[in-house]
């Protein structure tokens, strides 16, 4: 498999920053900092996070992407109209996000993966209503508990990056009151009788677009690269019981790049490797759509200041836009 020897992605205790003392939650804050620094990928264990909820979203899911497609299907709306809900396999490009930061044209093949997805539910949020499934029954329940769970843990991360810039540690709290955060199953089945066409995915290299995102991951097959061309990919480890956290372009933005954005993306099962099917369930942390950023520091700034919600549906249309050319 492609690696890079000088690729490290931490393993983090995030304990000592939910239940220590001042100096216990500087430290993980320092080392969650160089991560960000350094990849911008690490891997928390410890999280808080009660067991019981990971589990039945887990199981509720699985569910759901075996119900019949064409009820899967009923879930399905106009992009510009509800953001969310479900995507069939070959329904979106992820690169094609990456490709319109730098305004090319992208002409990857589509993902091999389904998906259901939904937002917020404060309507100060400004994003349309919940879609839910019929089936299973607790669906929403579940989802609606685990959403609002990792909500939680992304502003306790949060507060960990106000100290490591030596802010006030309740400082990002004041872009999130009405968040627009969305939360993401992914299901990349076991597609009897298809080959890959050559450089198709399960998902895309892409960058994730807003401020950080956390992954609860069913399996190996994530792999990252420092964002360069031509990338070099080492393995994300799977480690059980833990989430994997990855900074999205908003915060690489946000910290006058300082801190990374890194590429990533899902490749297929190796030959004889048994992977088999992978679920996983990402939580996007997203700013107020009306959140000003304004990069942090001192620095000469290399951006100007931008709206979250204008930065985050430009490169999300374009992903999704992209299936249609």
């Known amino acids: 498999m492609e690696g890079q020897s000088d690729i490290v992605i931490p393993i983090i205790d995030l304990n000592p920053f939910i239940n ?4 216990q939650r500087r430290e993980v804050a320092m080392s969650i900092a160089r991560a960000c620094e350094d990849i911008g990928f690490f891997i928390i264990k410890n999280s ?29 709306k106009s992009q510009d109209e509800y953001p ?3 995507t069939s396999i070959g329904g979106e490009i992820l690169s094609a996000g990456k490709a319109a930061e730098t305004k090319q044209q992208s002409e990857a093949l589509p993902d091999l993966k389904e998906m259901f997805s939904i937002g917020p539910s404060d309507p100060q949020a400004g994003m349309p209503p919940r ?18 769970t990792l909500a939680n843990l992304a502003g306790t991360i949060l507060q960990a990056f106000a100290i490591a810039f030596d802010l006030p540690e309740n400082y990002f709290e004041q872009f999130t009151g009405h968040h627009a955060s969305a939360m993401r199953a992914l299901n ?61 372009d908003l915060m690489r933005r946000w910290t006058n790049d300082r801190w990374q954005s890194t590429l990533h993306r899902v490749i297929n099962p190796p030959q004889g490797s048994g992977w088999g099917r992978r679920q996983s369930i990402a939580f996007f942390y997203n700013l107020n759509k009306d959140a000003k950023v304004t990069v942090l520091g001192d620095e000469e700034p290399k951006y100007e200041p931008i709206i979250a919600g204008d930065f985050l549906m430009q490169k999300h249309l374009a992903a999704m836009a992209a299936k249609a050319k």
């Not at 929403?140 to 508990?145: D, G, L, N």
């Open 84 to 86: 969310f809900g479900y």
């Open 188 to 248: 990349y089945p076991v597609i009897e009788g298809y080959e890959p066409q050559p450089g198709q995915l399960r998902a895309s290299a892409h960058t994730d677009y807003g401020t950080i995102t956390i992954l609860r991951s069913g399996g190996p097959g994530l792999q990252v690269s420092k964002d360069r061309d031509p990338p070099t990919w080492v393995d994300v480890p799977f480690v059980e019981n833990t989430f994997i956290i990855n900074l999205g």
């Open 131 to 148: 879609l839910w499934p019929s089936n299973p029954p607790s669906f929403a329940e579940k989802w609606t508990e685990y959403y609002d």
């Open 48 to 76: 808080g996070v009660d067991q019981r909820i990971i589990d039945d979203t887990w199981n509720v899911t699985t569910e759901f992407f075996d119900r019949p497609d064409s009820e899967k299907a009923e879930l399905t």
């Open 20 to 23: 220590g003392n001042t100096q």
